[in-house]
Every structure is written in structure tokens, then in C-alpha cells.
């Protein structure tokens, strides 16, 4: 064994000191070809000549790093673009911002922007806590600053340092460029770049400010791109032809400084085309000085199309945004006289046209068969581009370079069809038409539920007919076709918090509550909106058919409470059809999605938060509330169990009688305890039938519409719950379950702890978009979607190796199992399992997965406990992501193994590599005290072993050399032969660096020998 303890620099790849390489030396000389331009043709073919000097590897790696550069770029318009509105629109959506990918963030948060402008919405910006000593600061001027926030909150922009930071710098860099030089002008063509406030001032002050005639030979633009022959003198009189060509393509009038400019790349030796002409004239249009309102108008305008700061292009005098919306206005005021008198003027049908021949008189002239029939293709055509047109469509096409003032409606609708289908493939992760197709149809007819009349539940209480959302769609519009035909007012399949029913129903059901009376049933709203519905359908108003309204309008509810864009998509995106299935599976399938989403979880956290944050809200009503939201929670989870246990005692659904049944369950063969204090049940044991039987038994006495109904009432109050709800309300033991799902449809939030509650998300999600490239570049090595919450648990599972399982220990040693056994001794046993089972790749992954059970139902267990605040839970739920991504992670061959060293928790991180036509390899690392970071790389081939180590301190390496012979002769037990071991002390070890493994296709190397030497090399670092 050689033992070299050195430094080694941070940049040195250590690996390659021991590991020789197979690939051959690329000679460059001999890679490199030129090319010559020759001048009688002017518009050479620029990008066929480009030429790589890169080897397969190095280009695959540029893939990999442009991959990485595109999750960040998503990232940074995530952190200086979405604002609280923003915020709040997509989780009202079902896009819940932390766990789906950010690039469906950002495509949703494209349109939700651009709807809003559409809308003209004047909307309040999340702004930072800055005090005008920092904007000073970071601005130079107070007078600046207030400017920028002022732009930023015009334009529903988040004021935040960094924005505002980004905002003046790129407003310094613009300020120092002009007069833009004409060798900076040279640099941007050459290099084909945007000519953007960064690209300029690179080009300026990059040190390629020649902008001299080029000399006698051959032009190279420094990189190898191309090169140009130049001659000394040009035949201008030959080329003027072929240069007037080239302006026209370029949409540029041939005139005496089109013609100049031409000449200038020219003799610059820069190739003369469409594109480099383009670029030059908008050069040429920055003007000597700018102003800095001027500058910030184009930089906020910028930013409104999704470019960060220094991405402006300065020298483009135009809102895109305004541009969008004046055009949607004027399709929205375009008539068929507009239509007719086009035609009649001969013109092309375009928009432009369109709008010029409202001022066009033909009287007395009727249009011949003809004209009446491209009248009526404009007509169908324009109907069209209305139904698609958007502003972020609009945005889309005006970015794209496409006219739509000017091109035909025939190619204004193909355009906006591309974009449509562009925006939900994305969305759809796949280029599946039917599911594009499915998605849109079912987002439409969700949308068009809501303002149906609630009288065709009618149709559907006899259970002749099945709730589908197609069936209630389809006979939903003949019935509001009815009542419109007939001018009658109806009531909406939506309820709504203080809706006006109007004049006519409240006259025609005055006598709703003396019915109910009557019959002995409660005045609730829910009640009577079951009575006005059957009135509307003259059915007889029975008890029973009271209770199958109220069953049927409550799955409707819950209905269009989840089935938001989200969450169709998601179910879509599963290959199920939500359109014609029964609303009430179709309600159990949204919410599983929304589990998955952690919808739940994230209501409960905000729900804690501002139960904490309420002031005028007394600690006792504090634990009550708290109290409440658990034992409904409970509720929910019996399945109808406690719902039906109080039924059929015939008493009343209220938060006592509730509390009553969980707490006296003994009796009935379930032993659940609720403590005291109004808070957590746990299911200790169960003697007797099982649980199954039980609730089957319930439903079996109870009415099985009222449990239904009742489970679903529970399910929508905790989605609405609300502490200063509960407040205004007075909610007490006494209080229905129907009482409480009023008061959280009537009474409202408190707005500003609203704010201040999206205040702090979104500087949560800040702090995560600040993630290092190299942990997105890990997810993506493991074919792991780039989250936010995959990101927060990926940073923390890297960067605090060995946190997350000292926690689970931590919990396990305080928790009970439902049969009181230790959940210590679970955990224990699980940890145990998964380090013997470490031989064999089968038997790793079965015992990882049931480790993350274990720990998910440690995890679930703590989020029960009473006791727990805000940041407790939002601890959990950070601990859960962490699991979930290990568990995801192990499945790909990466595992993040607890320990056990000195007595101490940490994690060790296992990766298994073998791919076709290499050697097999395992990558560890961990990091501990006294020993610091250890990083470990063993190559396996049929007859040997070669192994590195590289440790931070003298301790580790001391430590590390008391193993390896113990770690020698297990190897060698296996039939393997150590040829090379080394063990380095580096205080610059990287992880990131050092485990360049990923996930790959197998190669026909045994994996068995590779998971045996992860094996041994755990037992003997743990001894």
C-alpha cells in the first residue's frame, strides 16, 4: 500500500494521477479545416462551415452543462418574476409551486402573467423589507431606486434586492457604451450575438474593439468558427446585384446606407447576410447617449418578456406586451362590415385590412356568391383566431418574428394553433395529440360547470343516469339553453360566499325554511339548496331526497374545488380519462394526485402558521383550533367509521358528538385515543372485527347517502379551514359539521396575513433557487425532476450528510407502534437489513424501500404530536422530501446509507456504475468527525480491484490505513485480487467533483462484485 499524505489543488483531478486513460491525444492541427468564402457568392452558408474541435465526450458534455444552464436559467425567472399574485394564482390553479418541475412553473407562469395583463388587473407586488439605506446602497441614489421599485410594482414584478441589484447594474453597463465603438459592433456580428446590455458590453470592453480593414489572407473570428478570403480591392460594381438581394431578404429599403452598411461587413470581412445585416441596422439605431428613464422603460419592458436585466436588447424600441394587447382589442372590435367592405376593396384579408375598412363605404353593393363565401371562410377564420388569440400567444408570436397585423388570417390561425399546441406539449411532457386533445376538452368543461344551472342535479339523484362530468355538462347546457330561451335567472352548480340568488328565487322559495322546519330538519344552506334544487325539478321534497341532493351537489362541490388545471393534468398525464368516469372516483383520484402533490401537507402548514401569526386570537382558542383541524383530520381518516358511528346513535353531527365517538371507541372493537386537550388520535390497537369490518358495519346501519355526504363536507372544510374563519364564526363544541363548512364559505380570510404568509414562501423559495449547479446537475445525472422541493432535500441530504437520519433516530426513540412496540427497534432493525443486504442489487433496493417505509411512517407518526408548531412541520415535511428523494435515488443505484462511526449518525453515499465497454465502479463519500471528508473510488474489473481514497485531515488518513487490511482480505475472500490502493490526504475535496458517476445502461459486468465491495467497504468503516 502506498500512502502519500500532500495537498492537492483543487483543480487537479486526482483520479487521473492513478487511473491512466485509453483516449488518444486529439491533435488539434490536424482536426482543424479551413474554408474559403468566396465573394461572388454573398451569402455563404455560415453554419455549415462551423467545425468542432471537441472530442464525443467533451461535447457530451457540453449537452449535460447546457441542460444544467437551462433548469438554472428557469430557476433565476422563477426567483425575479413570479410575484405574490402570481403566486397565489398558480396554487389556485392546482400547480403547487414547490412540487412540480420549475420548467412547468415557468410555462404556466408565462400565460398566468400574460392573462393577467390582459385583464388589466392592477396588482399589489411582493416587495422585500428594504430600507432606503439599502436601496441607496445598492443603487448609488435614492432617486434611482424609487424609480426602479415604482417600475417593478407598474409591472407585477417582485421588488426584491436582487432584482432591483440586477436591474441598476445592467442600467450601469448600458450607461457606460455609448457611443457604442464600431469595433464592439464588429465583435456582436462576428459572433452572432443578441446585441443585448451584456453582449454589448462584453463586445466593448472584451478587448476585440479592432475594427480596422482587415488585412491581405484568410479572416478567423478567434474560435475556428470560419474563415474568409479577403482580397485587398472589391469589385463593388460586380457585388452591387447580389448585395441589393441580400438587403431585400433582409426586410431593408436598398438606399444609400443600407448599400454603406453592406460594404462595411464587407471589408470587415464579415459575412454578408440576412441576419448580420439585420443585427447592424439595429446597431446602428442606438442612439450617442440614453436616457436612464428611457433605459429603464426598455429593461422593465424586457423583463415582461421574460428576459432577465442584462438580456435587454436596447437598441428594439418596443412593448411586445402593449403590442399584444392592442392587437387581441382590435380582433375583439373587428365587425362583418369590416369583413364585407375587405373583400369589396379587393384586399388581401389580413388584420390590418381588416381594421382600415371600418372607414370604407359601399353602399348599395351586394356581394356576389363568391365574395358571400370568402366572407364566410374570413368569418369561420376569425371566430377561430378569437377563441385562441391571448396576449401570451400574442407575446409568443411577435418574439418569434412573425407579423400578425399583416399576414393572412389563414396563417394568423396556424400560427396561433402551433403556439397553442407548443404551450400543452409542454405541459404534457409528450407530443401525444389525444392527450393534448383530452386535457383541453376537460379543463373547458370543469370551467363551464361552474356557472350551470345547479337544477340538473335533478336529473341525476334517481341514480338512472350516472354523475359524470360529461353527462352533467352535456344536459347543464340544454337547461341553461332553457332558462335563457325562457328569460329566467337560475341558480349556479357553484356555490358561492354571499351570492345574491336574486329577486325572483328568493320570492319563489320564501317558504324554504318553514319546509325544513316542518320536517324537523335543520335550517342549514346546504339544506336548503337541496330544497330550492328539487323545486326547480317539481320533485317531491322528502327527507330522502333531500339527503340524495345534498349527496350529489357535494360531490360537485368537492368537484370543482380539486379538479383544478393542476390537477387534470396530472391525472391525464396518468392515462385516465376524467371526463367519464363517476364524479365521485374521479373525487378520490384528485385527491390522491394532490397527496402526491403534498397538497394536504402544505394546507395543514399554512393553516399552523397562521394560527401562530393571530394576534386577536387567544392561546386557548389557539389549541382548539389547532384541535379542531386534527380531529377532522381524524375524521377523514376513519373512512367513514366515526361519521357512522354517530349516525347511528341518531345524534347530531357536531364537533362534541364527534369528539364523543373517536374518544369511545373501546366498545366497539376500536381502541383510539384522543388526548385531552382537544388534539391527536392514535390507533393503538384493535381487538376484535377488524377495522374493515367495523366501518362495513356502520355503513351497513347509517344511511349511506348521509356518510357520503358527511365525508365529503369533512374533506371540503379542511381544504377551506381557516383560523380567523373559525373566529368570526364562534365555533365550539356545539357547532354541525354543516355549520362549519358555512362558515368557511361565508366568513373571510384575513387578507393581510394572507400577504404575509405568501411574504415568506416566496423568500423561501428564493433561498432555494440560490442552489449550486452542481446539485442540479446531480438530479439530472439521476434522472430526478428538477423541483424545488427536490432541490431543498437534494442540498440537504449533500451538504449535511448523516442530518436526516439522526432525526429519524431521534423520532424513532420517542415513538410507539400501534402494537407498543419501541419504533426505535423498527428503525434499528430496517438500518440492519438494508447494510446486510448491501451483497446484491435485489436485495439493496428491497431493503432500502422498506427503510424509507419505515422512516415515512416515523415521519407520519411525529406530525400527529400536539405539541408541534410551524417550523416543527415544516421540518418534517423538508425530512420527508429528503427520504422520498433517497428512496428515488436507490432505485437508480444511489444510495445514502446511515452509519454508525465513533458512536456518531451520518450517511454514507454508495453509487454503482456499470456501464457497456467499462470498468465497473463504486463511488463513496461521507464526512465525520474527527476524520473530515472522505471520499472513496474503487474500479472493478473480472480480476481485480483498484482503489483511491482521499481524506481531508491526517486523522481520516490514519484512520483509513487501520482498515485496509481487514478491507484487503475480505476482497480477497471474494475471489478478487487488490492491484492498486492509495490512500490521499487532499484538504481540497470536492464531492461534487470526486463522484462523476451517473446513471447509466448496464454493462454484462457482474454487479454482485461491485455491490460486494460497497459492502465490505461500509462494514469495515464502521468497525
Given at each position: 500500500m502506498k500512502i502519500d499524505i500532500h495537498p492537492l489543488p483543487k483543480e487537479q483531478n486526482i483520479e487521473k494521477n492513478f487511473y491512466s486513460s485509453n483516449n488518444k491525444p486529439v491533435n488539434k492541427a490536424e482536426q482543424s479545416k479551413s474554408y474559403m468564402l468566396d465573394l461572388g457568392c454573398i451569402e455563404p452558408l455560415n453554419q455549415a462551415y462551423r467545425e468542432t474541435n471537441s472530442s464525443v465526450k467533451e461535447f457530451l458534455n457540453d449537452l449535460e452543462n447546457q441542460d444544467v444552464a437551462v433548469q438554472s436559467k428557469y430557476l433565476a425567472v422563477m426567483s425575479n418574476f413570479m410575484s405574490a399574485e402570481d403566486f397565489e394564482k398558480l396554487k389556485e390553479e392546482g400547480f403547487p409551486v414547490r412540487g412540480i418541475e420549475v420548467e412547468e412553473v415557468v410555462t404556466v407562469l408565462d400565460r398566468i402573467k400574460a392573462s393577467l395583463a390582459e385583464a388589466g388587473i392592477c396588482i399589489e407586488g411582493f416587495t422585500d423589507e428594504i430600507s432606503k439605506e439599502q436601496l441607496e446602497k445598492i443603487t448609488g441614489s435614492i432617486s434611482r431606486a424609487n424609480k426602479i421599485v415604482s417600475k417593478l410594482q407598474e409591472n407585477d414584478f417582485p421588488v426584491t434586492e436582487d432584482n432591483i441589484r440586477q436591474i441598476n447594474k445592467a442600467m450601469e453597463m448600458a450607461e457606460e457604451l455609448f457611443p457604442l465603438s464600431e469595433g464592439a459592433k464588429k465583435y456582436v456580428i462576428e459572433n452572432e450575438m443578441d446585441p443585448s446590455?451584456?453582449?454589448?458590453?462584453?463586445?466593448?470592453?472584451?478587448?476585440?474593439?479592432?475594427?480596422?480593414?482587415?488585412?491581405?489572407?484568410?479572416?478567423?473570428?478567434?474560435?475556428?468558427?470560419?474563415?474568409?478570403?479577403?482580397?485587398?480591392?472589391?469589385?463593388?460594381?460586380?457585388?452591387?446585384?447580389?448585395?441589393?438581394?441580400?438587403?431585400?431578404?433582409?426586410?431593408?429599403?436598398?438606399?444609400?446606407?443600407?448599400?454603406?452598411?453592406?460594404?462595411?461587413?464587407?471589408?470587415?470581412?464579415?459575412?454578408?447576410?440576412?441576419?448580420?445585416?439585420?443585427?447592424?441596422?439595429?446597431?446602428?439605431?442606438?442612439?450617442?447617449?440614453?436616457?436612464?428613464?428611457?433605459?429603464?422603460?426598455?429593461?422593465?419592458?424586457?423583463?415582461?418578456?421574460?428576459?432577465?436585466?442584462?438580456?435587454?436588447?436596447?437598441?428594439?424600441?418596443?412593448?411586445?406586451?402593449?403590442?399584444?394587447?392592442?392587437?387581441?382589442?382590435?380582433?375583439?372590435?373587428?365587425?362583418?362590415?369590416?369583413?364585407?367592405?375587405?373583400?369589396?376593396?379587393?384586399?388581401?384579408?389580413?388584420?390590418?385590412?381588416?381594421?382600415?375598412?371600418?372607414?370604407?363605404?359601399?353602399?348599395?353593393?351586394?356581394?356576389?356568391?363568391?365574395?358571400?363565401?370568402?366572407?364566410?371562410?374570413?368569418?369561420?377564420?376569425?371566430?377561430?383566431?378569437r377563441l385562441k388569440m391571448t396576449v401570451d400567444a400574442n407575446i409568443k408570436l411577435l418574439k418569434s418574428g412573425f407579423s400578425i397585423d399583416t399576414s393572412s388570417l389563414e396563417d394568423v390561425v396556424s400560427q396561433l394553433r402551433k403556439v397553442e399546441n407548443e404551450y400543452y406539449k409542454k405541459l404534457m411532457k409528450k407530443d401525444n395529440p389525444q392527450y393534448i386533445e383530452k386535457y383541453k376538452e376537460a379543463v373547458g368543461k370543469l370551467h363551464d360547470l361552474e356557472r350551470l344551472p345547479a337544477a340538473v342535479l335533478g336529473k341525476f339523484v334517481s341514480g338512472k343516469k350516472e354523475l359524470t362530468v360529461h353527462n352533467l355538462w352535456r344536459d347543464g347546457n340544454q337547461l341553461k339553453d332553457h332558462f335563457i330561451k325562457a328569460g329566467e335567472t337560475y341558480e349556479a352548480l357553484k356555490t358561492e360566499p354571499r351570492k345574491d340568488l336574486g329577486d325572483s328565487i328568493k320570492k319563489a322559495f320564501r317558504n324554504v325554511d318553514a319546509i325544513l322546519k316542518e320536517m324537523n330538519l335543520e335550517v342549514t344552506e346546504q339544506n336548503r339548496r337541496a330544497v330550492r334544487i328539487l323545486g326547480y325539478n317539481h320533485m317531491e321534497v322528502t327527507e330522502e331526497n333531500i339527503s340524495k341532493m345534498k349527496t350529489a351537489d357535494q360531490e360537485v362541490q368537492t368537484l370543482l374545488e380539486r379538479m383544478q388545471p393542476g390537477v387534470t393534468l396530472e391525472i391525464i398525464r396518468k392515462g385516465i380519462n376524467p371526463l367519464d368516469m363517476t364524479i365521485e372516483k374521479l373525487n378520490d383520484i384528485a385527491a390522491e394526485v394532490q397527496d402526491e402533490l403534498g397538497v394536504p401537507k402544505e394546507k395543514y402548514s399554512e393553516f399552523l402558521w397562521k394560527v401562530e401569526k393571530s394576534n386577536e386570537i387567544t392561546k386557548e382558542e389557539k389549541e382548539a383550533y389547532i384541535g379542531v383541524y386534527r380531529l377532522l383530520h381524524r375524521v377523514e381518516q376513519s373512512d367513514g367509521a366515526v361519521i357512522g358511528s354517530v349516525l347511528n346513535q341518531n345524534a347530531q353531527l357536531n364537533l362534541r358528538n364527534l369528539l364523543s365517538a373517536v374518544r369511545n371507541k373501546k366498545k366497539e372493537g376500536m381502541d383510539i385515543k384522543i388526548d385531552d386537550e382537544f388534539g391527536g388520535l392514535d390507533v393503538l390497537k384493535t381487538k376484535g372485527p377488524s377495522i374493515s369490518e367495523q366501518i362495513e358495519g356502520y355503513l351497513k346501519k347509517s344511511n349511506t347517502e348521509d356518510t357520503s355526504y358527511l365525508n365529503r363536507l369533512v374533506q371540503n372544510i379542511l381544504d377551506k379551514m381557516d383560523p380567523t374563519k373559525l373566529h368570526q364564526m364562534e365555533a365550539n363544541l356545539d357547532t354541525t359539521l354543516e355549520q362549519l363548512n358555512e362558515g368557511m364559505i361565508r366568513y373571510?380570510?384575513?387578507?393581510?396575513?394572507?400577504?404575509?404568509?405568501?411574504?415568506?414562501?416566496?423568500?423561501?423559495?428564493?433561498?432555494?433557487?440560490?442552489?449550486?449547479?452542481?446539485?442540479?446537475?446531480?438530479?439530472?445525472?439521476?434522472?430526478?425532476?428538477?423541483?424545488?422541493?427536490?432541490?431543498?432535500?437534494?442540498?440537504?441530504?449533500?451538504?449535511?450528510?448523516?442530518?436526516?437520519?439522526?432525526?429519524?433516530?431521534?423520532?424513532?426513540?420517542?415513538?410507539?407502534?400501534?402494537?407498543?412496540?419501541?419504533?426505535?427497534?423498527?428503525?434499528?432493525?430496517?438500518?440492519?437489513?438494508?447494510?446486510?443486504?448491501?451483497?446484491?442489487?435485489?436485495?439493496?433496493?428491497?431493503?432500502?424501500?422498506?427503510?424509507?417505509?419505515?422512516?415515512?411512517?416515523?415521519?407520519?407518526?411525529?406530525?400527529?404530536?400536539?405539541?408541534?408548531?410551524?417550523?416543527?412541520?415544516?421540518?418534517?415535511?423538508?425530512?420527508?422530501?429528503?427520504?422520498?428523494?433517497?428512496?428515488?435515488?436507490?432505485?437508480?443505484?444511489?444510495?445514502?446509507?446511515?452509519?454508525?462511526?465513533?458512536?456518531?449518525?451520518?450517511?454514507?453515499?454508495?453509487?454503482?456504475?456499470?456501464?457497456?465497454?467499462?470498468?465497473?465502479?463504486?463511488?463513496?463519500?461521507?464526512?465525520?468527525?474527527?476524520?473530515?471528508?472522505?471520499?472513496?473510488?474503487?474500479?472493478?474489473?473480472?480480476?481485480?480491484?483498484?482503489?483511491?481514497?482521499?481524506?481531508?485531515?491526517?486523522?481520516?488518513?490514519?484512520?483509513?490505513?487501520?482498515?485496509?487490511?481487514?478491507?484487503?482480505?475480505?476482497?480477497?475472500k471474494k475471489g478478487k485480487k487488490i492491484q492498486e490502493f492509495h490512500i490521499i490526504q487532499s484538504e481540497n475535496l470536492d464531492f461534487h467533483q470526486f463522484e462523476e458517476t451517473k446513471a447509466g445502461e448496464k454493462s454484462k459486468q457482474s454487479t454482485k462484485t461491485l455491490y460486494e465491495v460497497a459492502k465490505e467497504f461500509i462494514r469495515v468503516i464502521q468497525k
Open positions: 446590455i451584456k453582449n454589448l458590453y462584453k463586445a466593448e470592453f472584451s478587448g476585440a474593439a479592432d475594427a480596422g480593414r482587415q488585412g491581405k489572407g484568410y479572416y478567423v473570428d478567434g474560435k475556428g468558427a470560419y474563415f474568409a478570403r479577403k482580397a485587398d480591392n472589391f469589385h463593388w460594381e460586380q457585388l452591387e446585384e447580389q448585395i441589393k438581394q441580400t438587403i431585400e431578404k433582409a426586410g431593408l429599403e436598398v438606399n444609400h446606407k443600407s448599400l454603406e452598411d453592406a460594404k462595411w461587413l464587407i471589408e470587415k470581412g464579415i459575412p454578408l447576410t440576412k441576419e448580420s445585416l439585420q443585427t447592424l441596422n439595429e446597431l446602428e439605431m442606438l442612439p450617442e447617449k440614453i436616457d436612464s428613464d428611457h433605459l429603464l422603460d426598455k429593461i422593465i419592458h424586457g423583463m415582461k418578456e421574460g428576459k432577465l436585466a442584462e438580456d435587454t436588447q436596447i437598441a428594439k424600441d418596443e412593448d411586445i406586451v402593449r403590442r399584444a394587447q392592442e392587437t387581441l382589442n382590435k380582433v375583439r372590435n373587428i365587425t362583418n362590415r369590416n369583413i364585407e367592405n375587405t373583400i369589396k376593396s379587393e384586399k388581401e384579408m389580413t388584420l390590418n385590412h381588416l381594421i382600415e375598412a371600418e372607414d370604407l363605404s359601399y353602399t348599395g353593393n351586394q356581394m356576389d356568391a363568391d365574395q358571400a363565401y370568402r366572407a364566410a371562410v374570413a368569418r369561420r377564420q376569425l371566430e377561430e383566431i373571510e380570510e384575513n387578507i393581510q396575513q394572507k400577504k404575509e404568509y405568501v411574504r415568506e414562501q416566496l423568500q423561501d423559495i428564493r433561498s432555494g433557487v440560490a442552489s449550486e449547479e452542481d446539485i442540479i446537475k446531480s438530479l439530472l445525472d439521476f434522472n430526478q425532476p428538477i423541483t424545488l422541493d427536490s432541490l431543498f432535500a437534494a442540498a440537504h441530504l449533500m451538504n449535511e450528510r448523516g442530518s436526516a437520519f439522526r432525526k429519524l433516530t431521534e423520532k424513532a426513540m420517542m415513538k410507539k407502534g400501534p402494537f407498543e412496540e419501541s419504533m426505535e427497534k423498527e428503525w434499528g432493525d430496517a438500518v440492519k437489513e438494508l447494510h446486510e443486504c448491501l451483497g446484491e442489487e435485489k436485495g439493496a433496493k428491497e431493503a432500502y424501500a422498506n427503510l424509507t417505509a419505515v422512516a415515512e411512517k416515523i415521519i407520519e407518526s411525529s406530525q400527529e404530536d400536539p405539541g408541534n408548531h410551524y417550523v416543527d412541520l415544516r421540518e418534517l415535511q423538508l425530512l420527508h422530501k429528503e427520504i422520498s428523494l433517497a428512496g428515488n435515488l436507490s432505485r437508480e443505484e444511489n444510495y445514502e446509507v446511515p452509519i454508525e462511526i465513533n458512536g456518531k449518525i451520518t450517511s454514507i453515499n454508495l453509487k454503482i456504475q456499470h456501464k457497456e465497454g467499462q470498468e465497473g465502479k463504486v463511488t463513496a463519500s461521507m464526512e465525520v468527525e474527527p476524520y473530515g471528508k472522505i471520499g472513496a473510488k474503487f474500479q472493478v474489473s473480472d480480476q481485480y480491484v483498484k482503489g483511491l481514497i482521499v481524506c481531508t485531515s491526517e486523522e481520516g488518513v490514519k484512520f483509513l490505513a487501520g482498515i485496509e487490511k481487514d478491507f484487503q482480505q475480505s476482497i480477497g
